[in-house]
């Protein structure tokens, strides 16, 4: 069974650049796309950044436009999301998942990766 697993996770300062990274391992593994969601203590898991693994649009959560940045690396079955110009209000668990169905909503996400955490101090 596929697996997701997240790295790149620390603490920073306001204003600072990270990037996470996700690995896909195991087999079979059927995604149409990928994505970055994110958490934060006592807030419901929202929607950060979408990418298809071939073609498609990417698509951005409107408060990290301009900042983050979603990529895929096929021959590879990763994912990585830039983070620039980091702010305290980014401060959340980010999970990597993958979805089949088309539309882009938490319930068409059937994997998910454990998380890794993001701190940014102000």
């Known amino acids: 069974q596929a697996q997701l697993v997240e790295s790149g996770g620390g603490l920073v300062q306001a204003g600072d650049s990270l990037t996470l990274s996700c690995t896909v391992s195991?087999?079979?593994?059927?995604?149409?796309?990928m994505a970055w969601f994110r958490q934060a203590p006592g807030k419901e898991r929202e929607f950060v950044a979408d990418?298809?693994?071939?073609?498609?649009?990417?698509v951005y959560a409107d408060s990290v436009k301009g900042r983050f940045t979603i990529s895929r690396n096929i021959a590879k079955r990763t994912l990585h999301l830039q983070m620039t110009s980091l702010k305290p209000e980014d401060t959340a668990v980010y999970y990597c998942a993958s979805r089949v169905t088309t539309g882009i909503i938490l319930r068409n996400y059937d994997y998910w990766g454990q998380g890794t955490q993001v701190s940014v101090s102000s």
């Open positions: 195991g087999r079979p593994f059927n995604s149409n796309a």
């Open positions: 990418i298809p693994w071939v073609g498609g649009t990417t």
